[in-house]
């Protein structure tokens, strides 16, 4: 596995996070905390990808008399549309 050197900035909360993971013999040192971490992270997105993926795919494999009326086409948009109006007008 190739390793990338990369200076870093972190929250105090997110330093002090890492630091107990170290202190706590659950890594070795910051580098394998905050590599392990984002993996942790990486994985369960992946995981959340998956699950929405699978109903997805779950939903749309329904016969058309099996899917539910979302209304009219028009109503869809009509709360996004207002609040852009509205912002258009604060400006």
Do not use: C, I
Not at 22 to 37: D, F, H, L, R, T
Request: glycine share 4%; proline share 3%.
């Amino acid at each position: 596995m190739s390793v990338q050197k990369q200076s870093v900035s972190f929250t105090d909360t997110a330093y002090t996070f890492a630091r107990e993971l170290v202190e706590a013999g659950e890594y070795p040192n910051m580098s394998a905390a905050v590599s392990g971490e984002l993996a942790k992270a990486k994985a369960e997105r992946d995981r959340e990808r998956s699950l929405l993926e699978a109903e997805l795919e779950r939903r749309l494999s329904l016969p058309l008399d099996q899917w539910e009326p979302v209304g009219d086409a028009a109503d869809v948009t009509k709360g996004a549309r207002a609040h852009l109006a509205a912002m258009a007008k604060k400006t």
